[in-house]
């Protein structure tokens, strides 16, 4: 049955109704109209679109940006928990107080255009990217379940990214660091050459020591989360062996004596996990002061890791398989102006023609 419009009157006037069938078969209609034009104009969409299967059910729509936001973080079981505690940070803090009792039917472009401006003028541009990144994904739930018709969270203007460039310690510089940490010397010293994420450093084994070969295995990964410790995979889910220069080698095996195969290769004292917080409080951050260095994270090491690498020869894919970046396009991103050198090395070996391929050149040209 096609859609059909009446006419029904009210205390306020005289208004249009269209009755049609949802693509169920079940009979409905929508009120409201001011004209017949207006509502025989509605009534022709809803027929096309449900030839072209996008109808949406006005209904469907009255769900809230909040109950859909449950939905999807409830369903976000494939992620790591570190992710899903920034998630739930950016929906706390983001998302939930603008538009938690909206109905998603009623989120516009223009409307969350307004929301982005609105974050931009005090939040850092990354933070935004995340918020719309978040809410992008609600919304593309709403669309897949035939809540509205397409998601208003494509194509908006979006604060620029900033790569704050970053922080190279030379190796005078890192083994100062070191030096100064006192009880994370030998962790600093690890970070620094390796490049070791502190998650996959703080849940290394013994047994992934390969003292013979000089490498590590990095197979597991431990962040603490609200006062917890998670233990997972690696960022990429991959493990990886990563090479140790001799010297340090000889220092992780000695640091070895009297641990069993399942003990924690880098511990406390006490023989529990490293965590990053309580590392920073009770001796890197004064190492950092101490040494008289650049404001700088652990996390900061694995430039400086990468950095030594190349500047001893190491190629772009050499530097991505140790650091365990996903991609050789990311390391590039990151360090493009390292290899700068390679570059001015590789165009000053390219030889210029010989005398006799000039000459010829010449005769040629000169025909």
Avoid: C
């Avoid at 050459?193 to 003292?211: I, P, S």
């Avoid at 991609?327 to 990151?334: I, V």
């Amino acid at each position: 049955m096609m859609a059909t419009v009446s006419r029904y009157t009210t205390a306020k006037g005289e208004r249009w109704r269209v009755r049609f069938r949802t693509p169920d078969g079940r009979s409905t209609d929508k009120r409201g109209f001011h004209s017949k034009d207006d509502a025989e104009k509605w009534g022709n969409l809803v027929e096309v679109d449900k030839m072209q299967n996008r109808y949406v059910s006005p209904a469907a729509g009255l769900v809230t940006v909040g109950q859909l936001a449950e939905q999807w973080f409830d369903s976000k079981i494939d992620v790591k928990p570190s992710s899903r505690e920034r998630y739930r940070q950016t929906l706390e803090q983001q998302i939930l107080p603008r538009w938690d009792n909206t109905n998603v039917a009623k989120v516009t472009r223009p409307a969350l255009q307004a929301w982005i401006n609105e974050l931009s003028r005090d939040r850092a541009p990354s933070t935004v990217r995340k918020a719309h990144h978040a809410m992008s994904m609600i919304l593309a739930v709403a669309v897949r379940d035939n809540r509205i018709p397409a998601n208003p969270a494509e194509k908006l203007n979006l604060p620029r990214a900033r790569h704050d460039d970053p922080t190279f310690l030379t190796r005078e510089q890192l083994f100062t660091l070191a030096e100064k940490a006192g009880p994370g010397e030998l962790v600093i010293l690890t970070l620094g050459f390796t490049g070791l994420r502190w998650g996959e450093m703080a849940a290394m084994k013994v047994r992934r020591w390969d003292g013979g070969r000089r490498r590590l295995t990095v197979a597991e990964s431990v962040t603490e989360i609200n006062g917890l410790l998670n233990w997972g995979t690696p960022k990429t889910h991959a493990s990886r062996t990563v090479p140790v220069p001799a010297w340090l080698a000889e220092r992780i095996t000695e640091s070895t004596a009297g641990k069993g195969p399942d003990d924690l290769l880098f511990s406390t004292p006490a023989g529990g996990v490293l965590r990053n917080k309580n590392a920073r409080r009770d001796w890197f951050d004064r190492a950092v002061v101490d040494a008289r260095l650049p404001r700088i994270t652990p996390h900061d090491l694995r430039h400086t890791a990468a950095s030594i690498a190349i500047s001893v020869g190491a190629n772009v894919k050499a530097v991505q398989r140790m650091l365990g970046h996903a991609s050789a396009a990311m390391t590039l991103d990151l360090y493009a102006g390292l290899f700068e050198d390679d570059l001015n090395d590789v165009a000053d070996r390219i030889e210029g023609p010989s005398t006799a391929s000039v000459t010829a050149l010449r005769v040629v040209r000169d025909a």
